[in-house]
């Protein structure tokens, strides 16, 4: 009996393959997609392995050195060539599924050990004339493909068949990562809940004169010891002006009372990504410039979730973000002009210089195009139901900050503040649901004692 994750992989081939074949019109498919290879921390030492996502979002499968083909009408539609079984080497870095198991726990219609690739895929790849492939995994496999492709090319005037186009894979299996299903959405649900009991945990143990480390060290235990399989990405643990440092990853600093600790900081489960942020003071309360500046960041992010809703363009969520902002710092002064002047010529940008928000799921910044391919001349994409984003914005104000021409000096009360607040949100039939709404932003939240 084949478990539910097994049957959605296989149902994600089939219709990846009846889009391919439908793009492609008359012409007979083969898909091949190479797995990712091993990286390399230093010299022999390996770093633990991550399956490229596009990879494992059609098979499952999660070891190195292996490559998928998709052959819709063949006799073998699915094809795994796998690493061979080698007790010598998984004495070394671990058990191998092999060909058989490959066949039984990934449905596999028929799989090889992978010195065979070369042998064996020429029969698949004659028997169509329309080849896609995912570029960019494996640059040696893109080698290999593309000398494959050649040979098809040479070998016509004496096969009389063979591939005849190269085409990119990842245009039409993006847009279907877009869509997230209810057993993606479970997962993703998965990894915010370790990440929220993680988050609560940094908030509670945070205090002066402790390190940024430690509160990483925190976090990071905690998602390892409830069942993630790794950070999503390196946390963030920036405290004071570091937070002005959009990716600031050493988290060395020692935390100092009247400083603000900025987290970013999400686990990963069966490579599904949380991605969350909070703000909130080292001590117990937000000074009075602190305190402004969340209250604008905490509207901007309000605001922005509120256009979260099918139908609406994705740049329409950024644009209600900026416009709070841009409202906030005129009011506190560190803007000067006319509101609708300042949106128009984008003068968030010196505080709030990145994007409100990215696709989430398998990858951190998940796949997905964020404009409308149908329509050019839009500025975005339509929002649709299954679509996944964070909401994250933000106001920085480094110690060395420089205000944009015309604009007034920043007194030193506000320098050395960086704010955001990153929520993930998932788009719903009616409007959108907060995944991570149950962990707290409200001031009233953020101060302790
Ligand atoms: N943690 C990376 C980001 O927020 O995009
Ligand atoms: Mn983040
Ligand atoms: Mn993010």
Not at 29 to 42: E, T
Not at 100 to 107: F, I, T
Not at 257 to 282: E, H, K, M, W
Request: hydrophobic share 40%; proline share 4%; charged share 25%.
């Amino acid at each position: 009996m084949k478990s539910a994750l097994q049957q959605e992989y296989q149902q994600r081939r089939q219709q990846f393959m009846r889009k391919l074949s439908k793009q492609a019109q008359s012409a007979d498919v083969v898909v091949v997609i190479p797995s990712a290879p091993m990286a390399i921390m230093h010299r022999d030492v390996e770093y633990r392995y991550r399956q490229n996502s596009d990879f494992f979002y059609l098979t499952g499968f999660d070891e190195p050195n292996a490559v998928a083909v998709l052959a819709p009408g063949q006799k073998h539609e699915f094809v795994l060539f796998v690493q061979a079984k080698d007790p010598l080497m998984e004495t070394w870095s671990g058990r191998r599924i092999g060909v058989e198991q490959a066949q039984v726990l990934y449905g596999a219609d028929r799989a090889f050990t992978i010195d065979k690739l070369d042998k064996v895929l020429p029969r698949y790849l004659q028997r169509a004339n329309q080849l896609y492939y995912i570029a960019d995994i494996d640059e040696k496999q893109d080698q290999r493909i593309f000398s494959h492709w050649k040979q098809q090319i040479h070998a016509y005037p004496k096969t009389g068949q063979g591939i005849l186009g190269l085409t990119d894979a990842s245009r039409v299996l993006h847009e279907m990562r877009m869509y997230k299903s209810p057993l993606e959405i479970a997962q993703l649900r998965k990894a915010m809940a370790i990440s929220i009991a993680a988050h609560q945990q940094a908030h509670h143990h945070c205090a002066p004169g402790k390190h940024e480390y430690e509160i990483q060290a925190l976090m990071e235990q905690l998602f390892l010891s409830a069942g993630a399989e790794s950070f999503a990405y390196p946390s963030i643990v920036a405290s004071g002006d570091n937070a002005c440092i959009l990716h600031y990853i050493n988290n060395n600093h020692k935390m100092v009372q009247g400083n603000l600790l900025l987290i970013d900081a999400g686990c990963s489960v069966g490579y599904y990504n949380a991605d969350i942020t909070r703000t909130f003071p080292v001590g117990k309360r937000f000074t009075p410039e602190q305190k402004a500046l969340y209250e604008i960041v905490l509207a901007a992010q309000l605001a922005a979730i509120d256009a979260v809703k099918p139908g609406q363009r994705f740049h329409k969520v950024h644009s209600a973000a900026a416009k709070v902002i841009t409202e906030g710092l005129l009011e506190l002064g560190l803007l000067r002009g006319k509101l609708e002047k300042l949106i128009k010529k984008q003068a968030w940008k010196s505080f709030f210089p990145h994007g409100t928000s990215h696709w989430l799921g398998l990858d951190v910044h998940d796949v997905g195009c964020y404009r409308d391919a149908k329509n050019p001349d839009k500025k975005s994409r339509k929002l649709r139901s299954g679509n996944v984003l964070t909401i994250e914005p933000g106001i920085y104000i480094a110690p060395d900050f420089i205000p944009a021409k015309g604009q007034p000096e920043v007194a030193d009360c506000w320098r050395g503040i960086g704010i955001r607040i990153e929520d993930n949100v998932l788009v719903t039939n009616k409007g959108h649901e907060v995944l991570t709404a149950l962990l707290p932003k409200s001031i009233g939240a953020m101060e302790r004692g």
